[in-house]
């Protein structure tokens, strides 16, 4: 189990991770991540431990079934979570056919969606390249 001191729990820590952090897609989980950063303004205090924090809405299925897979995310960034940064706030969204992935499966692609924040920096790990134009579809012009 994710202790407490590691859960996400304020609106305001989600949308930070949210708006502010990388992110990376597979195709049953989004990972959002702010990698920790000491605030410049904290006087000589310690950053917080890194936390984690999962939204999984009424489109993966029912009651039984979303809180199915939020023990699970639970339960695989519990595992995980003393590889981020202090002060690093995760969000994991799981997308419609969540409900369906056995565990090894979540396991798999949280893994793969970590492993491309890790290794790319940059200011977004989704996959798309700026270059390839507007994420819309639309043409530009």
């Not at 695989?76 to 997308?95: N, P, T």
């Not at 890790?118 to 977004?124: A, D, F, K, N, Q």
Request: charged share 30%.
């Amino acid at each position: 189990m994710l202790p407490t001191e590691h859960r996400l729990r304020r609106r305001e820590d989600f949308a930070a991770a949210v708006r502010r952090g990388r992110r990376a897609g597979r195709p049953h989980l989004v990972v959002h991540l702010r990698s920790g950063s000491r605030d410049p303004h904290d006087a000589g205090g310690t950053p917080p431990p890194a936390r984690a924090g999962f939204v999984v809405s009424k489109a993966v299925g029912g009651a039984v079934i979303r809180n199915r897979v939020k023990r699970r995310l639970r339960h695989l960034m519990a595992e995980r979570i003393s590889r981020f940064d202090a002060g690093s706030l995760v969000v994991v969204r799981a997308l419609p056919g969540a409900g369906d992935a056995d565990h090894a499966e979540l396991a798999r692609e949280l893994d793969a969606a970590l492993q491309r924040l890790w290794e790319h920096p940059g200011p977004r790990a989704s996959g798309r390249n700026p270059s390839d134009g507007p994420a819309h579809g639309r043409p530009q012009g």
